[in-house]
């Protein structure tokens, strides 16, 4: 069975200083994997996905992810903070051949100080 | 033009009322999803849905139903609603490449 674990419930930044969001899954075969972020009030929004090829993926609103399968590692990333980023972030992992179910990890609250 | 879209935004409703959640999709996906994100923030799959046809279905209890008319549409009826029920609920769309697109989310309150 797939999961997905996100250590850090909450994490404070301030603005423009670099973010770090870490995600570790488990999973049998090659993951699909996401990050999905979600404003307050608001639905999910795809930031970025991996499904293969180049290890590092570029998504929207300058966040970037690297898959590290040897850590079983999709860590996200984005250099320079803005306000707006405050939200809560959830990494997913997709299993095709269970019919694409998606399993989030708990979730990590961002803040970010003026 | 919303991608996929659920009704109603906001459900306060008493125990032991049924109730039902809409979610349309007009981006022409074959693949709908239920998902449930309870008040810790937890997200779960509930239902999937392939071209009307069941084809995940989670530990729920039976007191959810699933109802697709048609692949753009993916309804979810609860029957005799109990305060653990009280909930997020998230609809969300996928083609065959497994991006998953969600909607806005349906906030169920049951008191």
């Known amino acids: 069975a797939q999961s997905v674990t996100q250590p850090d419930i909450h994490i404070t930044v301030s603005e423009g200083a670099s973010l770090e969001l870490r995600c570790n899954y488990s999973?049998?075969?090659?993951?699909?994997l996401f990050w999905y972020v979600q404003s307050p009030g608001q639905g999910l929004q795809l930031l970025l996905k991996y499904f293969s090829g180049d290890t590092l993926v570029q998504g929207i609103k300058g966040f970037e992810a690297e898959f590290k399968r040897s850590q079983s590692s999709f860590n996200l990333r984005k250099p320079s903070v803005h306000w707006s980023d405050a939200a809560e972030y959830f990494c997913?992992?997709?299993?095709?051949?269970?019919?694409?179910?998606?399993?989030f990890g708990g979730g990590t609250r961002v803040l970010v100080k003026p | 033009d919303t991608a996929v879209s659920q009704t109603p935004k906001y459900l306060v409703t008493q125990m032991g009322n049924d109730k039902s959640i809409k979610c349309e999709q007009n981006l022409g996906h074959d693949t709908m999803y239920w998902y449930k994100q309870d008040s810790k923030k937890f997200l779960k799959i509930m239902f999937s849905?392939?071209?009307?046809?069941?084809?995940i279905n989670e530990t729920v209890p039976n007191r959810f139903s699933p109802k697709s008319p048609d692949k753009a549409h993916l309804n979810l009826h609860i029957n005799s609603l109990e305060l653990g029920d009280s909930a997020v609920y998230f609809c969300?769309?996928?083609?065959?490449?497994?991006?998953?697109?969600f909607g806005a989310g349906t906030r169920l309150s049951v008191l």
């Open positions: 969300a769309s996928s083609p065959t490449s497994g991006i998953q697109y």
């Open positions: 997913a992992v997709g299993a095709k051949a269970a019919g694409n179910k998606l399993t």
């Open positions: 999973y049998g075969a090659t993951p699909y």
């Open positions: 849905y392939n071209n009307k046809e069941l084809i």
